[in-house]
């Protein structure tokens, strides 16, 4: 998924009356901008990254939880959190990522041009008599055809390739991984467990939870996937890569953002409790109870690294 029209001009709307939200809207404004022609990957690159950082802030807004800019924020190659939130005993911070697709000097050109080329002929042939319809044109963020496996690592080494330890151990951080460019099988909730049941078709099969391997998971791990048919096997092979909250455990939690077109995007997190606070540049001063009840707050759907929270997610149909 992209930028939205109806996002944009919600952001613009909203800015009237929130000054955060208008700094937001500027930058982003900003970079669209400076996308003057179609082969300006670079450029459209900054300006999703600026887009979800205010889809974020909006929808965070909506669910009751307001944040602010961390002070210092982008100043003097300052490296902090995007977001903070301003809890009375203390802050908790957000740093939000927005990942790019699968090999992307490549694909967008490929994309670009196969959109071209189906228009093109749609055009030519809508010069004739009758209804004519264009060839699907299908954009996926992973290569096609990408397997569970591949799915889990592509999308563990794009995190852990954009994270910079500042921005995570400027105080308790949450990191906010947007995959609407980079979106897998959408399991729901039911992507934050190790393993849930899928009790509808194409097949009922145990299968491994994407979002709790990308956060959690080991190389070497057995990755579970939701066969085509009954009967088929749902081994897909072996994890390589080790998991962002084992990488970075100086996190505390990380929030998937999943952006839906008409609909209110979906946030799912693992809260990484217990998680290393030696390096933290300010100490967390809010109790447990009071992380989980933020965390839960905003989610719709909530796990933690022992996987005690995510029972009612257990069965997926």
């Given at each position: 998924?992209?930028?939205?029209?109806?996002?944009?001009?919600?952001?613009?709307?909203?800015?009237?009356?929130?000054?955060?939200?208008?700094?937001?809207?500027?930058?982003?404004?900003?970079?669209?901008?400076?996308?003057?022609?179609?082969?300006?990957?670079?450029?459209?690159?900054?300006a999703?990254?600026?887009y979800?950082?205010?889809?974020?802030?909006l929808?965070?807004?909506?669910?009751?939880?307001?944040?602010?800019?961390?002070p210092?924020?982008?100043g003097?190659?300052a490296?902090?959190?995007?977001?903070r939130?301003?809890?009375?005993?203390?802050?908790?911070?957000?740093?939000?990522k927005a990942l790019?697709?699968?090999?992307?000097?490549?694909?967008?050109?490929?994309?670009?041009?196969?959109?071209?080329e189906?228009?093109?002929?749609?055009?030519?042939?809508?010069?004739?008599?009758?209804?004519?319809?264009?060839?699907?044109?299908?954009?996926?963020?992973h290569l096609?055809?990408?397997?569970?496996?591949?799915?889990?690592?592509?999308t563990?080494q794009?995190?852990?390739?954009n994270?910079?330890?500042?921005?995570i151990?400027y105080?308790?951080t949450?990191?906010?991984?947007?995959l609407?460019?980079?979106s897998?099988?959408?399991q729901?909730?039911?992507?934050?467990?190790?393993?849930?049941?899928h009790?509808?078709?194409p097949?009922?099969s145990?299968v491994?939870?994407?979002?709790w391997q990308?956060?959690?998971g080991?190389?070497?791990?057995?990755?579970?996937?939701l066969?085509?048919?009954?009967g088929?096997?749902?081994?897909?092979?072996?994890?390589?890569?080790?998991g962002?909250?084992?990488?970075?455990?100086?996190?505390?939690a990380?929030t998937f953002?999943?952006?839906?077109?008409?609909?209110?995007?979906?946030?799912?997190t693992?809260?990484n409790?217990?998680?290393?606070?030696?390096?933290l540049e300010?100490?967390?001063?809010?109790?447990?109870?009071?992380?989980?009840?933020v965390l839960h707050d905003y989610?719709?759907?909530?796990n933690?690294?022992?996987?005690e929270?995510?029972?009612?997610?257990?069965?997926s149909?």
């Amino acid at each position: 998924m992209m930028m939205t029209r109806e996002q944009v001009e919600r952001i613009n709307l909203d800015a009237a009356s929130d000054a955060t939200l208008a700094a937001l809207d500027r930058e982003l404004r900003a970079k669209l901008k400076a996308v003057t022609g179609p082969e300006d990957h670079v450029q459209m690159a900054q300006a999703y990254e600026a887009y979800s950082e205010a889809s974020f802030y909006l929808a965070m807004k909506d669910r009751g939880v307001v944040l602010e800019r961390t002070p210092g924020t982008g100043g003097h190659q300052a490296k902090r959190p995007d977001f903070r939130y301003p809890h009375p005993d203390g802050h908790l911070y957000f740093e939000v990522k927005a990942l790019e697709i699968a090999e992307p000097l490549r694909r967008h050109k490929e994309i670009g041009h196969e959109a071209l080329e189906i228009a093109a002929k749609l055009d030519g042939r809508a010069r004739q008599p009758g209804i004519h319809f264009g060839k699907p044109h299908e954009i996926s963020g992973h290569l096609p055809d990408a397997d569970s496996v591949t799915r889990i690592d592509d999308t563990i080494q794009k995190i852990s390739n954009n994270i910079k330890a500042g921005q995570i151990e400027y105080g308790p951080t949450v990191l906010v991984v947007d995959l609407g460019r980079l979106s897998g099988v959408a399991q729901g909730p039911s992507g934050l467990l190790p393993v849930f049941f899928h009790a509808g078709p194409p097949a009922e099969s145990c299968v491994s939870g994407e979002l709790w391997q990308i956060a959690l998971g080991s190389p070497g791990e057995q990755i579970l996937s939701l066969p085509e048919f009954d009967g088929k096997s749902n081994l897909a092979g072996h994890q390589t890569q080790i998991g962002i909250l084992r990488q970075f455990p100086t996190l505390m939690a990380i929030t998937f953002f999943l952006p839906r077109w008409s609909d209110k995007p979906e946030l799912l997190t693992i809260w990484n409790i217990g998680w290393d606070q030696t390096a933290l540049e300010n100490p967390c001063t809010l109790s447990e109870h009071q992380i989980e009840s933020v965390l839960h707050d905003y989610s719709d759907g909530l796990n933690d690294q022992r996987n005690e929270l995510g029972w009612a997610f257990r069965v997926s149909r």
